[in-house]
């Protein structure tokens, strides 16, 4: 086991650097749409786990709120109905996010080719098949969980409708 993770080290040691083909000036301006994408990429995560924790905290406000209702069928409604509409809006928001990001990989894969054989090695150790399942099982359970905070929500306020 051990003789194989040598031979394994010493054949990716044997990777041949062949440099980038690009001049200076437009190495520079790769190497900085590179780290401006990366930038928008993270902002992107941030900004799609600020909108699942705004929406759970919505959620969490109209259950406060759904206990100063008495007997206002209405006003219950009110809440079901806003739930729905953040429920939407927060996928929506969500899956956008995540949309933006996949368009800043596929930068990031564009300007990855230009540069040199080094970085696309590096760029190829986690393949692009499990870095997509990763991300779209984190936006899945994303979803799943503002459909759950919204099924809470509708159940919490149900009893409401019966006094």
């Known amino acids: 086991m051990a003789v194989q993770e040598i031979a394994r080290a010493d054949e ?14 437009t190495h520079a ?11 928008s990429i ?4 941030t900004r799609q ?7 759970l905290l919505i959620f969490g406000g ?12 209405k006003l219950v409604n009110l809440v079901v109905a806003i739930s729905f509409l953040c429920s939407a809006g927060g ?3 969500m899956a956008l996010y995540q949309a933006w990001q996949n368009t800043e990989r596929e930068k990031l894969r564009e300007i990855g080719g230009h540069l040199s054989s080094y970085s696309m090695s590096v ?6 098949r499990e870095a997509n399942i990763h991300r779209y099982t984190m936006l899945v359970f994303m979803i799943v969980g503002v459909l759950m905070a919204n099924v809470l ?10 006094q």
Do not use: H, Q
């Open 91 to 93: 996928i929506y928001c």
């Open 29 to 39: 301006e790769m190497r900085m749409l590179y780290a401006e994408s990366t930038e």
């Open 62 to 73: 109209l259950m406060a709120l759904s206990r100063f209702i008495d007997n206002n069928a």
């Open 123 to 128: 760029r190829a150790v986690k393949s692009s």
């Open 49 to 55: 786990w600020r909108a699942l924790s705004g929406i």
């Open 42 to 45: 993270r902002y992107a995560k």
């Open 153 to 162: 929500l509708v159940l919490f306020v149900s009893p409401l409708f019966n």
């Open 12 to 25: 990716e040691s044997e990777v041949e650097n062949v440099p980038s083909e690009l001049d200076e000036l």
